[in-house]
C-alpha cells in the first residue's frame, strides 16, 4: 500500500487528512504541489518519497543556481 493509498490521520487533532494545493517557498522560488494536509490545525504532511524524491531534486537544481 502506498503513501498515497492509505487512510492518514492528524497526530495532534486526529482529523483524517484532505489533498489540498499547498505553494511551497525555496530560495526566492515557489512550486505548488498536492499533498495531505489536516482540515482543523493546517499541518501538512510530505510523505518520503515525495521529500527524497521531487523536492530534494528541486532543492537541489536552486541550489546549484
Not at 487533532?13 to 517557498?25: D, G, Q, S, T
Not at 494536509?37 to 537544481?61: N, R, S, T, W, Y
Request: hydrophobic share 40%; with cysteine; charged share 30%.
Amino acid at each position: 500500500m502506498t503513501a498515497e493509498e492509505r487512510i492518514w490521520k492528524c497526530g495532534k487533532c486526529n482529523e483524517e487528512l484532505v489533498v489540498k494545493k499547498i505553494v511551497f517557498a525555496y530560495l526566492g522560488h515557489t512550486v505548488a504541489h498536492e499533498v495531505q494536509v489536516c482540515p482543523k490545525c493546517g499541518k501538512i504532511f510530505i510523505p518520503q518519497d515525495l521529500a527524497e524524491g521531487k523536492m530534494a531534486g528541486l532543492e537541489e537544481k536552486l541550489e546549484d543556481k
